[in-house]
């Protein structure tokens, strides 16, 4: 079992001496970073950012997760949207819809100043699919989806494709591992035929070399990001050694002597999620579980509690945590050792993530 304490920070990765403003970056833009807490840019922003602004071309970046990459191709696709222009624009396509909302929810907070509005929607499997169909009716210049359930829309006529000029891939290597490789291929086919491919993530497999191969012009821009680097050093990392039988025993001790304290708990399995949020609860801790067998309006109902600080401690699965986004954060602890370490570098980082 891994326990990592940390006090809340603005945004993960490297700080690199530059400023938004340097990058080419607008000042409505930079108004809107300030006023959620970021005013200086990572390694990977530092690096994309300019290089998508001045030009169009394809971005292919390897970089494990928390570095700052939401912001890396969130700030240069708006700045290619033509707000009068009603048609679907850009395309983001996330494994989970855990980072779907959250990749969303920073695009509307980055255009909150802007003169004319940009349109962000997402779509996900776990919601009613007519809700999403009734959202997309209006206009819409971005749209954020898992490619299963975007897929799906296309299929049905609800979503035209063809005026997509950018197109990014986020996590590209989660989407493939996950079995999205088909839906993948379909969306790509669908999109405008002259567009900028962005693909971001923290491995390149095989499989994701095939698909560089295949939809990726030749020359892309290729950026790499120090793993090494990624992690925030003021985090103090500390580890257990037990048997399985007293890992509830060891977390209870290490949670009365936090108190006050809010953290995350991640497990490997559904199951294993939550029998330990049953057993924490029997011993009065308040807290809830959140994994894949939920239905979105249950898990989005258990996230409300967290950030409500109507509980003190979120366990959640590797897989639903994708995505989480909260702040003030004390503790991380894994439960069992995570199957990747981008994982860990990940979850250590899930106080805020952009």
């Known amino acids: 079992m891994y326990s990592v304490t940390s006090q809340s920070y603005s945004h993960a990765g490297p700080i690199v001496m530059a400023n938004f403003k340097d990058l080419g970056v607008q000042p409505h833009y930079i108004k809107a970073l300030a006023e959620i807490g970021i005013q200086q840019p990572t390694e990977v922003q ?22 700052g990459k939401t912001i890396a191709f969130g700030l240069p696709m708006l700045e290619k949207i033509n707000p009068k222009n009603p048609k679907v624009q850009a395309l983001v396509l996330t494994p989970t819809r855990e980072l779907g909302i959250q990749v969303s929810k920073h695009l509307f907070k980055l255009t909150k100043y802007l003169p004319e509005k940009i349109f962000t929607e997402a779509v996900y499997g776990g919601e009613h699919i007519l809700k999403q169909i009734k959202a997309l009716s209006r ?9 299963g359930r975007l897929r799906d829309l296309v299929q049905r006529g609800e979503v035209n494709l063809g005026s997509v000029k950018t197109l990014v891939l986020d996590e590209a290597d989660e989407m493939l591992s996950m079995g999205f ?10 999109c405008h035929p002259q567009r900028d491919n962005w693909m971001f993530s923290a491995t390149m497999p095989q ?33 257990i050694i037990c048997e399985i039988e007293h890992k509830v025993k060891i977390i209870l001790n290490f949670l009365k002597a936090r108190v006050g304290d809010r953290g995350v708990i991640f497990c490997r399995t559904k199951k294993g999620a939550q029998r330990l949020a049953q057993q924490l609860q029997e011993r009065k801790i308040k807290t809830d579980a959140i994994h894949g067998d ?9 996230m409300r509690a967290f950030t409500n600080k109507k509980i003190d401690v979120l366990i959640a699965t590797d897989v639903a945590a994708r995505g989480i986004d909260v702040v003030d954060l004390g503790f991380v602890i894994h439960h069992q050792l995570p199957e990747k370490e981008e994982f860990y570098t990940h979850f250590i980082k899930t106080s805020r993530r952009v």
Do not use: C
């Open 181 to 190: 490789r088909e839906d993948m291929e379909f969306l790509l086919n669908q």
């Open 139 to 147: 206009p819409t210049h971005i749209i954020v989806a898992t490619p």
């Open 46 to 67: 530092v690096k994309a950012i300019p290089f998508l602004l001045e030009t169009s071309y394809d971005m292919i970046v390897q970089s494990p997760t928390g570095t």
């Open 294 to 302: 939920l239905q979105q309006k249950e898990r989005d109902k258990v």
């Open 207 to 239: 499989e994701i070399l095939l698909l560089i191969k295949k939809h990726f012009r030749k020359g892309a821009k290729r950026i790499q990001i120090d793993k090494k680097n990624t992690v925030n050093k003021k985090i103090e990392h500390r580890y």
